[in-house]
């Protein structure tokens, strides 16, 4: 790995001021539904403590009609900085719901412009925001002016290669009020194909004097710091890089931090996370947790000869006793020693 360079480095020595907020890390945990739930952003924040976190997007419209808070909205008071994400097309339904958000406890509320799903596109929120930038302005300037926290936005690159329009976007949230801006190299079109375009970001950050965020195709340490030098950006966020490997945020900070690479965590290491990481989910949402450990299970279980195997069955688990034992079982295998996965296992 090569050493930062000096202007890498005199950017990072300075704290990420997102409008009065300031975060003493340049990485960030992305906002990942169905896996940045509470318990999953415990065990980022345990090897990175001073990173800003992000909920799972939470449907604005849907919070306007019920009395009781999701529960994909709570946040603990120890996992601060913490950004609450929501998603919708409606500014006052937004501005409400961010009033929700500051009162559980959000350091600043994000919103989603970038979500390439139909289901939410349809609806007018998410990336269909970018091919309708005067709805995302009257969103960012509601919320700013309902909320006395910084309000965020995350997009991507522009709906499709001929609509490729975040220079003029990303300007227009930055005029409308946001005080940061998260920018997935991808355009809707591509969903989480091909590689992210992180020269997009580049310009993004020539044109805009609030801090820009990239994003897209960090999974390494190494990706982090190629990112930020080669786009300038203030800041990155790891997103399908963490899947299964809650240690890659803690990895970047320490390494942006420190210039040291720490210690990749080995097979049996990252099993006794995956252990902890099915117990918590039981312990916080019941059976309904071991079901949905069951992606995060076969994400943990790669890199040594039987873990295909493993996955297979741990894809299928339903108790928490069950998926426990599969692992202990794994461990004690790993433990008498244990040969590198071939690369198609
Ligand atoms: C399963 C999954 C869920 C996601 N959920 C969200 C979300 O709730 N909000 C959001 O802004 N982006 C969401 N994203 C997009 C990621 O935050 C990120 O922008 C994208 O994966 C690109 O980064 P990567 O190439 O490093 O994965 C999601 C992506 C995936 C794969």
Redesign the pocket.
Known sequence: MLPLSPSLQARLSQPLKIGSLEVKSRVLQ??????TDMVFRRLVRRYAPESMMYT??VNATGLHYVRQLPKIMEVDPSERPISI?LFDCRPDFLAEAAVKAVAEGADTVDI?M??PVNKITKNGGGSSLLRQPDVAEAIVQEVVKAVDVPVTV?TRIGWNDQEITILDFAKRMEDAGAQMITV?G?TRAQG?NGN?RWEWIAQVKQVLSIPVIG?????SVEAAVKCLEQTGADGVM????TFGYPFLVGEVDHFLKTGELLPAPNPIQRMECAREHLYALWEYKGDRGVHQARKHLTWYAKGFVGAAELRGHLSLVETVQQGLDLIDRAIEKLATGYEPEDEEN
């Open positions: 992305s906002p990942l539904s169905g896996v799972e997007m994400q989603n970038g979500c995350k997935h991808r989480y992210a994003n897209g195709d960090i999974f790891c997103s399908r890089g």
